[in-house]
């Protein structure tokens, strides 16, 4: 049985927790958990004991050294606030423990560089969950360019859109505070780079980026939307606010969150349009790879719908994927928490769709089938990811990221926001060089 210690017991925890406890009991056992906070341990362990599992011990988060020895741990799961998991990473390498880690592994050039050392004088492995890489339609999607029906790859297009639900859940929690989380362009778009370096078999060379506050903080004003409060719960203002977060009224949410304010006095359920964001909503990137091959990526985080597209045009023909997560944002799901619909928390009001076409040239376009594609939890993307991560499911795509994609999938990200900052192109091999 493999021992496993989880740090960081907000809401993302619940699903490794659950793969452990539930999926994967026959080879894996939960240990110890180890927070800032002991309400939020103390929910998951009453949640852990329902699947059977628990409770476990709960450390502070300032003895999570001692946790390693004094538990025998032997792999450690860090879904803790983003700028926390180079230390926890770090320390847990050279404790003799492997790592699985939340994406983004850092949020900056400094803890990544501290990550991959240590894994090269430990010898011990660190694993990224990139779950993007676990979803059907991208597994077909990578399969398709390595059969090289499209030929050499030129370019990528790729728009991602987060709905006002989704989006802008992002503004009300730590996420606002881009030391917190490096900004959307690594704590969100890291996955989608991610894909990237994985569809081409190519890292970024050089970057460029332009960004903006343009719909949530206080600047987001002049659209109308803004209301005058600082949080949600007990707020009147809040009542009826279609961007407003009612923590009461999910008991997960109020388990974790509200319940645990006394102790460190963290909101949830912050006005999106209040101050103190500091991430940019509105972001464009341009990225050349080592391939040769150009993308052209755009992040908004106030759509009206929820998906993304992705065109791949290559010497061959041309790949499109369009998927429609949710087509609107119905008034009832407004106030669910980071569009709980799309990530398979509950029954999704809203129509989707998904479609893979290949447009060859001189022939008419073929839509490819993907069997095993569902909308809920992230296209059925968790519990695949969680097998191979766990359960030592094979698995022959090498879907399963290693601190090295860990930082190619950073490097995008934190050189776009350099670029963002100077107004010039970087290279972004010059941030990690080597790796």
């Not at 809040?238 to 009612?246: S, V």
């Not at 009206?304 to 597209?309: C, I, L, T």
């Not at 893979?356 to 990811?385: N, Q």
């Amino acid at each position: 049985m493999r021992r496993y210690a989880l740090v960081g017991a907000g809401a993302r925890a619940g699903m490794f927790l659950r793969a452990l406890a539930v999926d994967h009991a026959d080879r894996a056992v939960v240990v110890a958990l180890a927070d800032t906070n002991q309400t939020r341990m103390a929910a998951h362990n009453r949640w852990l004991a329902e699947l059977g599992a628990g409770p476990v011990p709960a450390y502070a988060a300032a003895d999570f050294s001692a946790m390693l020895a004094a538990e025998r741990v032997d792999e450690v799961l860090v879904t803790s606030v983003d700028r926390t998991h180079a230390d926890y990473i770090v320390a847990a390498l050279h404790a003799g423990c492997d790592v699985v880690t939340e994406k983004p592994m850092t949020v900056d050039v400094e803890g990544c560089r501290r990550i991959l050392s240590a894994v090269s004088e430990t010898g011990r492995r660190v694993r990224v969950a990139f779950n993007y890489r676990y979803n059907p339609l991208h597994e077909a999607l990578r399969a398709l360019l390595a059969s090289g029906e499209i030929g050499e790859i030129g370019s990528v297009h790729f728009e991602w859109l987060l709905d006002v639900r989704h989006g802008a859940d992002y503004f009300r929690r730590w996420h606002r505070d881009a030391a917190n989380s490096g900004g959307l362009l690594v704590h969100k778009s890291g996955h989608h780079f991610d894909l990237v370096n994985w569809w081409l078999g190519a890292t970024p060379e050089t970057v460029f980026a332009f960004g903006r506050r343009f719909f949530y903080g206080p600047s987001g004003a002049r659209h109308g939307y803004a209301r005058a409060y600082d949080r949600g719960h007990g707020s009147p203002e809040a009542k009826g606010d279609p961007f407003a977060l009612h923590l009461a009224d999910n008991p997960r949410l109020r388990a974790l969150y509200l319940d645990a304010e006394d102790e460190d006095g963290y909101l949830r359920d912050q006005n999106v349009f209040a101050r103190g964001v500091t991430i940019d909503d509105d972001l464009a990137v341009l990225v050349r790879y080592s391939s040769g091959a150009t993308m052209s990526y755009h992040l908004t985080a106030y759509a009206p719908w929820e998906g993304y597209r992705v065109m791949v045009n290559g010497s061959r023909g041309r790949a499109e994927l369009e998927v429609v997560e949710s087509d609107h944002v119905s008034p009832a799901g407004a106030g669910e928490v980071k569009g709980a619909a799309v990530h398979g928390e509950v029954a999704a009001a809203e129509q989707g769709h998904a479609r893979l076409t290949v447009h060859p040239y001189w022939a008419p376009p073929r839509e490819v089938p993907v069997p095993g594609y569902a909308r809920g939890g992230h296209g059925g993307a968790d519990r695949r990811m969680t097998a191979v991560l766990f359960g030592g499911t094979i698995d022959p795509m090498e879907r399963s990221a290693t601190a090295r994609d860990g930082a190619l999938a950073l490097l995008t990200g934190l050189a776009a926001n350099r670029s963002m900052a100077t107004g010039a192109p970087v290279a972004a091999t010059d941030l990690l060089d080597p790796i």
